[in-house]
């Protein structure tokens, strides 16, 4: 039986390539997928990603006064017995410390704004103890080290770099944004467990390129943009398949 890696609020679908390069069946769900397919790309070695949509925000009542998120539920039945890792990638625009000048706008609107994103990421951890898997959420520095706890770690895109071999140094989808080999700087922490390992650094030189590209040529609203920014550093992807990986038989 393939293993699979189950990766949350996962639009682009680099975090997981790795793996189902390896042969891993993998599921990238996002509210941002098309809704009438499910899209899968098969890879030559016997790998897969699939690419499908759900609403991961969603959270219904049961009557009782409990509030639940139901995709919770539905990934349990699809994923128990098979899931070797989840990789969590919650929404940080209301989190993010780059974005607190919105914050009191926000409070204003919806005084739990901050405690509901909290609760989304806290879900992708809920998800994995009870598939009893590793897992690893990421975001920025943001409010989640107050309002759930501190992360786990933090590191900087370019100390993985070196995991990206030179003829691939340019970025797949964005590569008049995001500079090659991730030679970029953009604190990301990671909040992790259930045997989550860390992988080793292996660095690249990014003084030539300093902060990523990308925050200098788009602006800092579109859905694109969010995109960009938040895409996973392909070589911190590699680097942890190759730490947590396991043969696929």
């Known amino acids: 039986m393939k293993k699979q890696i189950i990766s949350l609020y996962d639009y682009t679908g680099e975090a997981v390539k790795p793996w189902a390069e390896a042969g891993y069946e993998c599921f990238c769900y996002d509210i941002q997928h098309d809704a009438d397919s499910w899209n899968t790309e098969s890879f030559a070695g016997g790998g897969s990603i699939a690419y499908i949509k759900l609403d991961l925000q969603e959270t219904m009542e049961d009557g009782k006064g409990f509030w639940f998120y139901p995709f919770i539920f539905f990934l349990l039945k699809r994923h128990s017995y098979k899931a070797h890792m989840v990789l969590g990638f919650p929404v940080c625009t209301d989190l993010a410390v780059s974005g607190a000048g919105s914050f009191k706008r926000k409070a204003e609107h919806n005084p739990r704004f901050q405690i509901e994103a909290t609760d989304h990421a806290k879900a ?14 990421e975001n920025p520095v943001s409010r989640l080290a ?3 706890r501190k992360p786990n770690v933090c590191f900087q895109p370019y100390e993985y770099g070196a995991y990206i071999p030179e003829a691939e140094a340019d970025h797949p989808l964005y590569p008049d944004y995001i500079a090659p080999r991730d030679a970029y700087s953009k604190k990301t ?42 895409a996973t550093p392909r070589g911190f992807a590699r680097a942890v398949f190759e730490a947590n990986k396991m043969e696929v038989k």
């Not at 992708?124 to 959420?137: F, G, H, K, N």
């Not at 300093?210 to 200098?216: A, E, F, L, T």
């Open 189 to 230: 922490c990671l909040w992790s467990g259930g045997g989550f390992k860390m992988p080793s650094p292996k660095p690249v030189d990014c003084e030539s390129f300093g902060s990523s590209r990308q925050h200098r040529k788009l602006g800092g609203k579109s859905l694109r943009t969010k995109n960009i920014r938040s």
């Open 124 to 137: 992708c951890e809920v998800l994995a103890s009870l598939l009893e898997v590793p897992y690893m959420i």
């Open 146 to 148: 107050t309002l759930w």
